[in-house]
T-cell receptor, first 115, second 109 residues
Framework: NAGVMQNPRHLVRRRGQEARLRCSPMKGHSHVYWYRQLPEEGLKFMVYLQKENIIDESGMPKERFSAEFPKEGPSILRIQQVVRGDSAAYFC?????????????FGQGTRLTVV | DAKTTQPNSMESNEEEPVHLPCNHSTISGTDYIHWYRQLPSQGPEYVIHGLTSNVNNRMASLAIAEDRKSSTLILHRATLRDAAVYYCILREGAQKLVFGQGTRLTINP
């Protein structure tokens, strides 16, 4: 059973371009979470999705950021018109079922650099 | 979100036990206590979690105070590979894990 797969591992974008980050959860997991980690800072929650639904987007910036988790395929975090401040590591996690008695499994992250 | 308090950093020696404390005085009856760690340049990794009773797994042990207002993660025999930032998190019904600053653990050879 492969772990949470994120790609690409490294992404370089020029200011104003779009960044698309992909996350394939573990097999059988239907809950996906996205986190952002700025250099030398902690992990900040962005969004929680279940298949085809956004459950909690309280950590998502109001503009330029969007996330989806379609019925088929990976979850996508999309950043439009990237700025230098978007440079960070973006981590995805997945869980199998709803409830507090389950652990979350994290991917290795996508490191976005905006030049 | 319920809050936890951890020391910013701790240091220990290789092959010795390490006790990482966490205070969570506002914990609710349904909060589980989760521990994750993040090694340099990697994603967070699940360590252990529990509700009321002490828990053991291959990585660590979790000792939970009787009043549940504090807990301790125990690494029985630290190795250099255990050097990481350790996060103590209360997981509520909202499902998201809210990470604090954690404890940066340094292991001396």
């Amino acid at each position: 059973n492969a772990g949470v797969m994120q790609n690409p591992r490294h992404l370089v974008r020029r200011r104003g371009q779009e960044a698309r980050l992909r996350c394939s959860p573990m097999k059988g997991h239907s809950h996906v979470y996205w986190y952002r980690q700025l250099p030398e800072e902690g992990l900040k929650f962005m969004v929680y999705l279940q298949k085809e639904n956004i459950i909690d987007e309280s950590g998502m910036p109001k503009e330029r950021f969007s996330a989806e988790f379609p019925k088929e395929g990976p979850s996508i975090l999309r950043i439009q018109q990237v700025v230098r401040g978007d440079s960070a590591a973006y981590f995805c996690a997945s869980s199998p079922v709803e409830g507090v008695n389950t652990e979350a499994f994290f991917g290795q992250g996508t490191r976005l650099t905006v030049v | 979100d319920a809050k936890t308090t951890q020391p910013n950093s701790m240091e220990s020696n290789e092959e010795e036990p390490v006790h990482l404390p966490c205070n969570h005085s506002t914990i609710s009856g349904t909060d589980y206590i989760h521990w994750y760690r993040q090694l340099p340049s990697q994603g967070p990794e699940y360590v252990i979690h529990g509700l009321t009773s002490n828990v053991n797994n291959r990585m660590a042990s979790l000792a939970i105070a009787e009043d549940r207002k504090s807990s301790t993660l125990i690494l029985h025999r630290a190795t250099l590979r255990d050097a990481a930032v350790y996060y103590c998190i209360l997981r509520e019904g909202a499902q998201k894990l809210v990470f604090g600053q954690g404890t940066r653990l340094t292991i001396n050879p």
